[in-house]
């Protein structure tokens, strides 16, 4: 079975501008979570989406956005960038998340905004 | 307070030599899991261990769930194990709360 896959590996963007990332999780995972990481504040949650609903957030500001669609794959959104949003950016999946289920990772999409 | 707590946050080995990852979590969080973050950023699934041990080669790891907290044990290391070791667990929502940490570095 393939992996977790992440479009595009690394992307620079300039402040202000937004960010579309993809994931394409493992086949037969429904649940797709995202996360931050950062050297300041290590891994952290954004989103998880089940079945094309979000059903869980972290505690990330309104522009951090997702979707997932009919066939699992997800995308997450970074409006109005900020140099604080350079960071590496991780998807998960999991048969079917909620906490119960081993999570699979993508190798990460590596933004820096300049 | 503190979810994931992990120790030690850095540790030097000689090539050949043992050692032993902690991971504390509070009680809000279960369903550990361990990983590896290799050079590339990318998170390597090592265990998925709620309670119990489980060996995979030279890597085991023990979680007593009872008392809170989990094991990595690495035998006879290499180089190649050199990275970043993260333990993490589900929070009551269904989160998955990361450690810092425990960056260990193999020398030849």
């Known amino acids: 079975k393939a992996g977790v896959t992440q479009t595009p590996r690394y992307l620079i963007k300039t402040r202000g501008q937004q960010v579309t990332l993809s994931c394409s999780p493992i086949?037969?995972?429904?649940?797709v979570s995202w996360y931050q990481q950062t050297p300041g504040q290590g891994l952290q949650f954004l989103f998880e989406?089940?079945?094309?609903?979000?059903?869980n957030k972290g505690n990330f500001p309104g522009r951090f956005s997702g979707r997932q669609f009919s066939n699992s794959r997800s995308e997450m959104n970074v409006s109005t960038l900020e140099l604080g949003d350079s960071a590496l950016y991780l998807c998960?999946?999991?048969?079917?998340?909620?906490?119960?289920?081993?999570?699979?990772f993508g190798p990460g999409t590596r933004l820096t905004v300049t | 307070g503190i979810q994931v707590e992990q120790s030690p946050p850095d540790l030097i080995l000689q090539e050949g030599a043992n050692s032993t990852l902690r991971c504390n979590f509070s009680?809000?969080?279960?369903?550990l899991q361990w990983f590896h973050q290799n050079p590339w950023g990318q998170l390597i699934n090592l265990f998925y261990i709620p309670s119990g041990t489980k060996q995979n080669g030279r890597l085991s790891a023990t979680t007593v769930a009872t008392e809170r907290y989990s094991l990595l044990y690495i035998s006879s290391s290499q180089t190649t194990d050199s990275g970043v070791y993260f333990c993490?667990?589900?929070?009551?929502?269904?989160?998955?709360?990361f450690g810092q940490g425990t960056e260990l570095s193999v020398k030849p």
């Open positions: 993490a667990g589900y929070n009551q929502g269904g989160k998955l709360i």
């Open positions: 086949s037969g995972h429904r649940s």
């Open positions: 998960a999946s999991s048969l079917v998340g909620g906490g119960s289920y081993e999570q699979y």
């Open positions: 989406y089940f079945s094309e609903t979000q059903r």
């Open positions: 009680d809000s969080v279960n369903n």
